[in-house]
């Protein structure tokens, strides 16, 4: 499979389409990226690599972050983990409050807010020195020792979380986060401020798309049948109220940030990530090159859809 063409090809056919997207500013430091980036990268499990665009300049990763802590808590605790959150896709914005009340605090999955500032407690309660802990944890995922939080998205998002700070005290209401406001709430934001390029997202995480090992030093990050829950839940919930329509579309586990970029894992074979900060509802560019991807019927039909 000629990876590197279709991805060219792509590239090109999604750069010109006309994109009436914005960036997202209800963190304020989102809004000083430049709108016109617009990187892809692939990462197969036998190492070939093949990026294009601004494939290798830094973003805020945001909620895909979120996948590395459900991992952490995951291979920390198995599964009990889920009595604290569902599995469920939720329907809803990544930042309802609305399910909450009737589900009495239990966020439906790992991924919406809710869910991830719920395994934010959990990593709180269990590391000891948490947000070092968990930058360690992310690096060594990674394979790269250079990954940081920013501070300044950290800060920018604090100033302006209001609604994050709701979904805390109410979960809180119900008795399912034990630790104070200020800590899981800082750990929250410092989560979602890691920075990335779209060639490091692709290899933080080949390890989903080879049965839970890294690829370069076959450690074991989460066993066979944790992996296939982790990809299960990005099919279902990666996307909040648009998973559907990207397993639909596309076929493959995958997960968002509001920064724009986009992870999708195809298992056994490779990993890809997008970035394209211009969003609307849906993700004008980034899910524009997963689309088109899909139909050239190329490296995406693993449903074989259509
Ligand atoms: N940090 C963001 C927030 O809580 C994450 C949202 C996202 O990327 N979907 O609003």
Redesign the pocket.
């Known amino acids: 499979m000629n990876y590197t063409k279709i991805i060219e090809e792509v590239y090109q056919d999604v750069k010109n389409i006309d994109d009436k997207g914005h960036i997202a500013t209800y ?1 304020p430091e989102l809004g000083n990226v430049s709108p016109e980036n617009f990187g892809i990268h692939i990462s197969t499990i036998d190492s070939k690599e093949f990026g294009i665009g601004t494939y290798n300049k830094k973003f805020s990763i ?2 895909i972050a979120k996948i590395l802590s459900v991992t952490l808590a995951y291979s920390i605790l198995g599964e009990e983990i889920w009595q604290r959150l569902g599995v469920e896709p939720s329907g809803t914005t ?2 309802s409050l609305v399910q909450l009340e009737t589900d009495k605090g239990i966020p439906r999955n790992p991924f919406i ?1 809710s869910g991830a500032m719920v395994i934010c407690d959990i990593l709180l309660s269990h590391l000891k020195n948490p947000k070092q802990d968990f930058l360690t944890f992310v690096r060594e995922v990674a394979g790269n020792s250079t990954l940081n939080y920013s501070k300044n998205i950290a800060d920018s ?1 604090k100033s302006a979380g209001f609604r ?1 700070i709701a979904l805390y005290n109410f979960i809180k209401s119900f008795g399912n986060i034990k630790n104070d406001a200020s800590e899981v709430l800082d750990f929250y934001f410092s989560l ?1 401020s890691l920075e990335m390029d779209c060639k490091e997202l692709s290899k933080t995480f080949l390890y989903l798309a080879n049965s839970g090992r890294q690829i370069d030093n076959n450690h074991q990050i989460l066993n066979k049948s944790q992996t296939k829950r982790i990809n299960a839940l990005m099919q279902t919930c990666g996307f909040y109220d648009e998973s559907g329509e990207f397993a639909f579309k596309v076929g493959l586990p995958g997960k ?4 724009g970029g986009i992870i999708a894992i195809h298992p056994h074979k490779y990993t890809i990530a997008v970035w394209s900060p211009k969003l609307k509802r849906k993700f004008v560019q980034s899910h524009a090159v997963f689309r088109t991807i899909y139909h050239k019927n190329a490296i995406f039909n693993i449903l074989k859809i259509g």
């Open positions: 963190i945001q909620s990544f930042n807010n998002e994050n979602c968002s940030g509001v920064g």
